[in-house]
């Protein structure tokens, strides 16, 4: 990798790159402290498979505004320049001053949890980079509108890290964690926020007293909501505000995973999250939230709802345990390192 601390000018000059069929990439992007957000995990993880291949180069948004930063840049002499974390008007300005520097490079946009709002509106036809990368068909038409080109690219998963494992080791892992082993573990992980919807978990806590044990884990990337950590904590919720360095386990120890209904801007549109669980073979009871309906088809234990009433009757059946659960045959086509072929053939195709 490359990074705007550790660069040192390469040695080949940029036509020989190309010759190999090697690209420069410039992601503008974030990877700074826990990896343990939609848009950070996607980052890192198609930079490190990215770099098997091509010089990446990693840049936080805001030092573009540093001399030094552009100075580095223009020696590094990018084919692509991809904005991570778009779109709102910082991403389009900073997008399009790099585009002005480096005018032969391909500029492209993911647009991880699009939001129509007027600025973007306003701003799109004039600032569009030459590709959209979109995780959902909300908002499809408005970049096609715009004259960009528009692709769809989704999140992967690491699926050594995330696997099922047997029950005996299920429980070894319960017993790492401190949970019992006569309990039905209900997970959810993300932010605890008001926008993501966990203050429902605390009355599906109360409805099966006694027979489950929810648990939510905090990402740390944003600061967690105490009134919304104590309220959860009141209800008898487990909550888990601590980094981990192996989270597959935490999932691995669980039953079942829940992603509850949330505003719509409250994770990426293919979260991250989700697609782990399944990786793990858990039952998924989800709210039809963002690209997921695009993506997935219910069944063999994956279901959607859409409020309490849902979630309850899905979770009734699971913990009966007569479904047949294969969830991760669903999402085996989402590895990184297919993800990040997918991303190198648009890059190709869109420079040729």
């Known amino acids: 990798m490359v990074t705007t601390e550790s660069w040192q000018p390469l040695v080949q000059e940029k036509e020989q790159h190309n010759d190999k069929g090697i690209m420069k990439i410039l992601f503008l992007g974030d990877i700074t402290g826990y990896i343990d957000e939609g848009m950070k995990n996607t980052t890192f993880n198609l930079m490190r498979e990215l770099e098997k291949k091509h010089d990446v180069m990693v840049v936080h948004p805001r030092q573009t505004v540093r001399l030094k930063t552009l100075k580095e840049i223009k020696m590094f002499a990018p084919d692509i320049i ?7 008007p910082r991403s389009f300005i900073i997008t399009k001053m790099l585009s002005l520097l480096h005018p032969t490079a391909l500029t492209v946009m993911s647009v991880p949890k699009p939001t129509a709002t007027k600025s973007i509106r306003f701003i799109l036809p004039a600032m569009k980079p030459k590709v959209f990368l979109l995780q959902s068909r909300r908002n499809e038409g408005l970049f096609k509108d715009s004259g960009a080109v528009v692709d769809f690219l989704y999140p992967g998963i690491n699926l050594e890290k995330f696997r099922p494992v047997s029950e005996n080791t ?10 019992p082993a006569d309990k039905f573990v209900l997970l959810h992980v993300g932010h605890i926020s008001p926008q993501r919807g966990v203050n ?4 599906i806590q109360r409805e099966f007293s006694g027979t489950i044990q929810t648990i939510v884990v905090g990402a740390l990337t944003m600061k967690p909501d105490d009134a919304i950590a104590s309220v959860l904590k009141d209800a008898g919720c487990q909550v888990w505000l601590r980094h981990f360095e192996s989270i597959e386990e935490v999932y691995q120890l669980a039953d079942c995973y829940i992603f509850p209904g949330m505003h719509n801007t409250s994770a990426i549109e293919i979260p991250l999250t989700v697609l782990e669980a399944m990786a793990c073979n858990l039952p998924v ?3 039809r939230f963002g690209g997921l309906p695009d993506l997935l088809e219910e069944g063999d234990g994956f279901y959607f709802v859409s409020d309490k009433s849902g979630i309850l009757s899905a979770l009734t059946e699971v913990k009966k345990g007569n479904i047949r659960i294969n969830t991760c045959e669903k999402v085996k086509k989402f590895s990184w390192e297919r993800i990040a072929k997918r991303l190198e053939t648009i890059y190709m195709k869109q420079r040729s």
């Open 82 to 88: 991809h904005y991570m974390h778009g779109p709102t």
């Open 170 to 179: 299920k429980m070894q892992l319960r017993d790492k964690y401190g949970l």
């Open 200 to 203: 429902m978990l605390c009355g």
């Open 285 to 287: 009871i989800s709210d």
